[in-house]
């Protein structure tokens, strides 16, 4: 505040000597009433509320001044020196975010000791910054104190502890992106588990595994294996995208709304009205796992669905395969459109029209794929 004061030509309002003694020059009076006015502001302005409930009462940056003195830097009393070294040596780093806060509050109150007579050494400054901080930076400290005489100054400890802090402020980023990353691939990890734990062997019908990793298929073929013969059987792929299936306890089988499969695919033959082996023996049918099965046979099914108990008209479905080897049934909707049928995926579910508009079928969402069930 002195320098403030300093500044502006205005320290000598609150020192003795500038009251007017000539009352009758009134240029004088209105220039020495502007600048007692200008250094009252400057006072006051820079007080808080706390010092400004002691110094509300007076008019005069002199007696402002003096009252502020007295009560903050009483140059003839130990007691503020007392409370100011108290505090010096209480601060302590975990006091406070960071090793340029926890210094600068250490300048500040060196500062006001300096003010009122009280002069700290930089060597007794040096230690004193050392003793406040914890143990974990007791490597540090050792190093800083096997440092020869001459460089031993409170500028060198600041500069060093304030490198470390740095130093240790970029390790913990570090750790914290590696701990990052290890928690994204652990929880990648728990998804795939998780999405795995759901699938269905189209072979064997068992939960947890594909047709490609299923165990019965090398069982069987070790029981049962295949004579060399000098033909090779042609076959024609059959697409089937759904990889997933949802099992039933009844014999029943549910049907997949499935929009990557080239054919309509049925499981049990006792759903077929007209049923032609011949017509299938060269298709092979790909699933989305990788594996592949042949059909057994072409033909058209008729069956009833059943959805929000409720029964709903027969479903024909023309060209249908007959795979043995999945567990349920498969419409696929490029057929159904090739057949004229209209298809509506909405939130509520799965809809089939024919070419009148008629409903002939609705179909659920159940894991993420459309679901009918035959009566």
């Known amino acids: 505040m002195k320098l403030v004061l300093m500044e502006c030509d205005l320290w000598t309002t609150v020192q003795p000597g500038e009251e007017l003694k000539d009352t009758g020059d009134h240029r004088k009076m209105r220039l020495q009433k502007c600048r007692q006015g200008k250094a009252f502001a400057k006072i006051s302005l820079a007080l808080g509320d706390e010092q400004q409930q002691h110094v509300q009462h007076l008019s005069s940056p002199k007696d402002v001044w003096e009252e502020l003195q007295r009560l903050y830097a009483p140059m003839d009393s130990k007691l503020r020196i007392l409370q100011l070294r108290r505090q010096l040596y209480s601060e302590k780093l975990e006091s406070h975010g960071g090793m340029d806060a926890c210094l600068g509050k250490i300048n500040h109150i060196v500062t006001e000791l300096t003010n009122i007579g009280d002069r700290i050494g930089h060597g007794d400054l040096a230690m004193i910054i050392l003793c406040g901080l914890p143990e974990d930076w007791d490597v540090v400290i050792s ?47 728990d998804r795939r588990q998780s999405t795995k734990s759901m699938l269905v062997c189209f072979r064997c019908g068992k939960l947890g595994h594909l047709a490609r990793e299923c165990t019965s298929k090398a069982q069987k073929s070790l029981k049962h294996p295949k004579a060399p013969t000098g033909k090779q059987t042609k076959t024609r792929p059959c697409n089937m995208l759904a990889s997933y299936g949802i099992r039933t306890g009844d014999k029943s089988i549910s049907w997949i709304v499935d929009s990557g499969a080239t054919h309509h695919m049925c499981p049990d033959g006792r759903y077929f009205t007209r049923l032609h082996k ?19 046979g072409k033909g058209t099914v008729i069956v009833r669905l059943l959805h929000n108990k409720r029964m709903l008209d027969k479903f024909v479905a023309h060209n249908t395969l007959l795979v043995p ?51």
């Open 143 to 189: 190093s800083i104190c096997n440092l020869p005489e001459s460089e031993f100054c409170c500028s060198t400890v600041k500069r060093r502890l304030i490198a470390e802090w740095v130093k240790r402020i970029e390790s913990s980023g570090k750790c914290a992106q590696a701990m990052a990353a290890t928690t994204a691939e652990r929880s990648s990890t």
């Open 278 to 296: 011949a017509d299938a023996t060269n298709s092979r049918v790909c699933t989305a796992d990788g594996s592949t099965t042949l059909a057994a």
């Open 325 to 375: 080897g999945i567990k349920q049934g498969v419409l696929s909707v490029r057929q159904m459109v090739e057949n004229n049928r209209r298809i509506v995926f909405d939130k509520i579910g799965f809809h089939i029209y024919d070419e009148r508009g008629k409903l002939l079928t609705e179909a659920e969402q159940q894991v993420r794929l459309y679901v009918t069930k035959t009566v």
